[in-house]
C-alpha cells in the first residue's frame, strides 16, 4: 500500500520534479505551469498533461491469457567434441620445447611440442641397417637375372632372390614409415603435432617434463562452430526438439545474445538433478564468444498460467512488491501490486491484471519516482 499525503508547501510539491530528474524554476511566478503532485489519499498519482508529456509516459491496455515462463539455463560454450583433440605423447623421453601456448591458431602438421627419445634414434638406426639391406638384396637380385640368363643358376634361386628383394623393400617401407610417425625435427627431437586446423585450448606440457606414450600434452579444437551445453530440467525438456531454436545470452555484458539450434538430446535423466544434458549449435554466435565461456540458454518451461506480457521496464520494484502503474484518465495513475515472472529476453510475465487495464509500458520509473517521494514527506508530517 503506497503512503499518500496532500502538499503543503511549495518545496515539497517541488521535490517530486527533483527526484524525477526534472529541472524546476524556483516556487513563484517564474515556477513550471506543471508541477508533479504526490499520491492523494487514495494512493493516486495525478499528472498533468505537460507532465505526462515531459514523462513520455505511454500505456496500452492488456488483456490476459495463458502464457508459459522461461526458465534460464546455465551452460557452455565450446566445439563438438568430434571437433576436439587431446595430442598426447607417443614415445617415452623428455619434454624440450614447447611451441605453443592457449589461443594459438595452429594448422595440421604444426609442431607442438618437441620430445627428446631414444625411440627415434633406433627408428633413425632401423632405417639406416633396412636401406642398406635394401641394396644388398637388389645387387644379388640383379646379378642373379644375369646368371640365370647365362644358364649359370635354375629358376628357383633367382626367384629365391627375387623373394629376398620383396622382403627388402617392404622392410624399408615400415622403418621410414616409424620414423616419419615420430615426425623428427632438424634438431633430432620426437614431435607432436596437430592432427587439424583449429585453436589451442590448453598445454600441460612443460619443458623438461618426463613423459610416457598417452601423456596428454595439448587440447585444441576446431572454432568454426560452437555448442552450447546445457542440463535442462527434466520436465521442460519435454517442450523441445531437434531443430528447435532458443534465445542465448552471455556473460558478460549482459546484454549479448545469439540464437541457437538444438542439434542433440540427451536420452538420459541424470538423477542427481533431475535434468536432461541437451547441446544446441549457435547460429552466427558473437565475435566475442569463445570456448570456455558462459552462456545461459532460454527455454519455455512446461507449465502454463495467465498473466500479461510486458516489457521489462513495465514492472518496478516498491519496498517487498512488484508493481505496475495503471492509467486511471485524466492524468491519474495508480500502483497495482503484481507477481512478476522472468519471461523471455527484455520482457517479463505480470499476474493480477485485470483484462481493459491500462498499463504503463513506459515511464514507470517516473511514476515509481513520484509515488515514493510523496511517501517519504509524508512520514515528516
Given amino acids: 500500500m503506497l503512503r499518500a499525503r496532500r502538499p503543503n508547501s511549495c518545496l515539497r510539491a517541488s521535490s517530486l520534479l527533483l527526484a524525477s530528474g526534472l529541472a524546476l524554476g524556483g516556487c513563484g511566478e517564474d515556477a513550471p505551469p506543471a508541477e508533479a503532485m504526490p499520491p492523494e489519499a487514495d494512493g493516486v498519482i495525478r499528472l498533468t498533461e505537460a507532465q505526462v508529456a515531459v514523462a513520455e509516459l505511454r500505456w496500452e491496455t492488456v488483456s490476459p491469457g495463458p502464457l508459459r515462463q522461461t526458465v534460464r539455463v546455465p551452460g557452455s560454450v565450446n566445439p563438438p567434441d568430434t571437433a576436439q583433440a587431446t595430442v598426447g605423447s607417443i614415445v617415452a623421453g623428455r619434454v624440450v620445447r614447447v611451441r605453443v601456448l592457449p589461443g594459438d591458431r595452429v594448422r595440421a602438421g604444426q609442431t607442438l611440442v618437441e620430445i627428446h627419445s631414444h625411440e627415434l634414434s633406433d627408428a633413425q638406426a632401423a632405417l639406416t641397417q633396412a636401406e642398406s639391406q635394401l641394396e644388398y638384396?637388389?645387387?644379388?637380385?640383379?646379378?642373379?637375372?644375369?646368371?640365370?640368363?647365362?644358364?649359370?643358376?635354375?629358376?628357383?634361386?633367382?626367384?629365391?632372390?627375387?623373394?629376398?628383394?620383396?622382403?627388402?623393400?617392404?622392410?624399408?617401407?615400415?622403418?621410414?614409415?616409424?620414423?616419419?610417425?615420430?615426425?623428427?625435427?632438424?634438431?633430432?627431437?620426437?614431435?607432436?603435432?596437430?592432427?587439424?586446423?583449429?585453436?589451442?585450448?590448453?598445454?600441460?606440457?612443460?619443458?623438461?617434463q618426463a613423459v610416457v606414450p598417452g601423456t596428454p600434452l595439448v587440447h585444441l579444437g576446431s572454432t568454426d562452430v560452437l555448442w552450447v551445453t546445457a542440463f535442462v530440467p527434466e520436465g521442460t525438456s519435454a517442450n523441445l526438439q531437434a531443430g528447435d531454436v532458443v534465445d542465448v545470452g552471455f556473460q558478460p555484458p549482459a546484454s549479448l545474445t545469439g540464437r541457437a539450434r538444438l542439434v542433440r538430446v540427451g536420452q538420459y535423466v541424470d538423477p542427481d538433478n533431475r535434468s536432461v544434458e541437451m547441446r544446441f549449435e549457435l547460429l552466427d554466435p558473437p565475435a566475442s564468444v569463445r570456448p570456455g565461456a558462459f552462456a545461459t540458454v532460454e527455454v519455455t518451461s512446461s507449465s502454463s498460467f495467465t498473466g500479461v506480457e510486458l516489457p521489462e521496464a513495465a514492472a518496478v520494484r516498491m519496498g517487498a512488491d512488484d508493481v505496475v502503474f495503471v492509467a486511471l484518465g485524466d492524468g491519474s495513475f495508480e500502483a497495482r501490486v503484481v507477481t512478476v515472472r522472468p519471461l523471455r529476453t527484455g520482457f517479463v510475465a505480470v499476474e493480477g491484471l485485470e483484462s481493459g487495464a491500462q498499463v504503463v509500458i513506459e515511464g514507470a520509473y517516473f511514476l515509481k519516482s513520484a509515488a515514493e517521494s510523496g511517501g517519504e514527506e509524508g512520514e515528516g508530517e
Fill in 137 to 208: 638384396h637388389r645387387e644379388a637380385a640383379q646379378r642373379a637375372e644375369r646368371l640365370h640368363q647365362a644358364g649359370a643358376i635354375s629358376l628357383e634361386e633367382l626367384q629365391r632372390r627375387r623373394a629376398d628383394l620383396r622382403g627388402a623393400e617392404a622392410e624399408e617401407e615400415r622403418a621410414i614409415e616409424m620414423v616419419e610417425h615420430l615426425h623428427p625435427t632438424p634438431d633430432g627431437n620426437t614431435s607432436a603435432t596437430a592432427p587439424q586446423d583449429g585453436t589451442v585450448f590448453t598445454v600441460a606440457a612443460r619443458p623438461g
